[in-house]
């Protein structure tokens, strides 16, 4: 099979689009020795991320390249990126975010992170953005087939998208091989030197923005440290990429009025250090109120972290059993939980423990496999290509 992938994440590898590409690139030639991959790339962004030495690498031009980064990137999704997969005779086209094309002259497959700007009315933004979501929610509306991450989002896919249900297949995330547990008192001396955070300390990575629900932990944090709870840092990493304060709430300001001040850190962490600092937290907290799966409590569980999560949309199917959830606006809730897992070492222990053996039922080659039963019904499938659209969220 000749496989074209979209390639417009590539150099991104730490947000979500960006990691499923590369786990999925890596992980295909190890489960399917007779897949051929050929990676689409945007010539008009640079590559600075190595590139696998079995993967082909195609750079795609489009008439906007150098003249508008947005109307190049619409341009390379609906139209240089299928006709380019045709014209090297690729058997599929695989697009591994939200951005399938509405025409292709060959089966396609689109795996959908989450619809967010359908269920969250403030990440629509401008008309030009509303007007790009129609447009690739009417092209998922045809493609082929369409993988899910979580069970919860494929209920959202086909609920909001009116999509076919048998053309949607979940197949679950992975935490990646980098992601295991460090020894604990080396990483907790090598996070003191390079941020200067020592232990008792509660972590979470992820975005900024309003959904990610900062403002309870934030505040359940402080409170539960003016009621003499265990004296931790918390420990926030996370840049917000735009200004817009319905999007991105004010952190700063947020930790200001929580009178946190003193024992709240911000840090800025390089992915490669990603799994240092799981391994050296005490507990890794995780508020967020929507998540189409939830890659940073399976990445904390590999590295054997006790997590605590929200108990909201996809985050029980990622964690199950082996993690403290709390409704993502209960901060009573979360002031018990965190003390709780601060306080108790028999409990920390027996997290981590749980979190360790459940990461392990997300591989990247379970994600490989499940991946390639897709392609193998899009290549023989038949009908059910349109659904009817009754039930379609307006944007």
Known sequence: ?????????????????????????????????????????????????????????????????????????????????????ARLHADLLHVPYFAPPLVAPLPAVVTILDIIPLILPEYRGSTA??????????????????????????????????????????????????????????????VAARYGVTPPFVYYVGGLDARKNLATLVHAFARMRYAGGPPATLVIAGRAP????????????????????????????????????????????????????????????????????????SLPEVVGEAALRVPPDDTPGWITAL???????TLRADLSRRGLERATCFRPERLARETLAVYERALNSGGCRIAHNDRTTSV
């Open 1 to 85: 099979m000749h496989l074209a992938i979209n390639g417009m994440f590539w150099s991104q590898p730490t947000v979500g689009s960006g990691q499923y590409l590369r786990m999925l690139v890596h992980a295909l030639p190890a489960v399917a020795r007779n897949i051929r991959l050929t990676l689409l790339l945007p010539a008009y962004r640079a590559v600075t991320e190595p590139l696998p030495p079995d993967i082909q690498a195609v750079h795609v031009q489009t008439p906007f390249d150098g003249r508008s980064e947005n109307l190049a990137k619409v341009w390379f999704e609906q139209v240089a990126v299928p006709l380019a997969a």
């Open 129 to 190: 953005v509303r007007l790009y979501v129609r447009l690739v929610a009417r092209a998922a509306r045809q493609t082929t087939q369409i993988i899910a991450i979580s069970q919860h989002s494929a209920g959202d896919i086909i609920h909001h998208l009116g999509c076919c249900a048998a053309r949607v297949t979940v197949t679950p995330l992975a935490a990646g091989a980098q992601f295991h547990p460090r020894d604990r008192a080396c990483a907790e001396r090598e």
């Open 242 to 313: 735009g200004s817009d304060p319905r999007m991105f709430p004010d952190l700063d300001a947020m930790i200001a009025s929580a009178g946190a001040d003193s024992f709240v850190r911000r840090i800025d962490v390089p992915y490669e250090d990603a799994p240092l600092l799981y391994s050296a937290a005490t507990v890794f907290a995780f508020p967020s109120r929507y998540e189409g799966f939830g890659l940073p409590p399976l990445e904390a569980m590999a590295c054997g972290a006790p997590v605590i999560v929200a108990d909201a949309t």
């Open 339 to 345: 003390w709780r897992v601060l306080a108790d070492d």
